[in-house]
């Protein structure tokens, strides 16, 4: 084979060689994009039905910038609370969210999530106050005062617990009548931690 022969069959298989290269890449390109799309169909399809994984894209977004957090006070003394009664905590001073309803006393989760309760009573001398954290019915944290001794007294109870969306918190009386709860110096709080 002469040279000229020789330069022309590598000319033509060169140029079948880069054809084929770009059709490939082509194909890889469709293929990819076409692999992305049915990925995000299926993130769709998961979120329709009500599954998705924690700290997903879409979850982790959804959570930047929304704070769930309430801070409610006791805006007058109550006395003789008999028991199995919600405190109502009417004073709100922070409500973000929207989950704290002062009318009810309780708090309604917003979304699925690890939340943290706090709340803190103030009971003068020989009171006797029984105050529960409580979760969709069922007493989760006990917090007591019996025949207190000192002139004025503060106890605070705290909760950390994961909550369903909808699930409920609130302070209710338990054990005997709450004899007397100071305004102002009795309040509770509660936030989402953070995360997803």
């Known amino acids: 084979m002469d040279s000229k022969t020789a330069v022309s069959y590598a000319a033509i298989f060169c140029v079948i060689l880069i054809s084929y290269t770009v ?3 082509q194909n890889s390109s469709r293929n990819y ?3 992305l799309s049915s990925y995000a169909s299926y993130q769709d399809i998961c979120r329709k039905i009500g599954w998705e994984p924690k700290c997903s894209p879409h979850t982790v977004n959804e959570c930047k910038g929304k704070t769930i957090a309430f801070h409610a006070i006791l805006p007058s003394d109550v006395t003789n609370t008999p028991i199995n009664t919600i405190i109502k905590f009417q004073k709100v001073q922070v409500n ?3 989950g ?3 009318a009810t006393g309780k708090f309604t989760a917003p979304v699925d999530g690890v939340y943290s309760f706090s709340w803190t009573y103030h009971t003068n001398k020989g009171s006797v106050a029984y105050l ?3 979760v969709d019915g069922t007493i989760r944290t006990y917090i007591g005062t019996y025949t207190q001794a000192n002139t004025w007294q503060s106890q605070t109870g705290n909760l950390v617990i994961k909550l ?3 699930s409920q918190f609130w302070v209710q009386t338990y054990l005997q009548t709450v004899q007397h709860l100071s305004g102002k110096y009795t309040f509770l709080s509660g936030y989402k931690i953070s995360g997803c």
Do not use: I
């Open 132 to 134: 529960g954290g409580y």
């Open 33 to 35: 994009l076409s692999f």
């Open 96 to 98: 973000e969210g929207g």
């Open 23 to 25: 059709a490939e890449q």
């Open 100 to 102: 704290y309803n002062p």
């Open 164 to 166: 369903k969306k909808g």
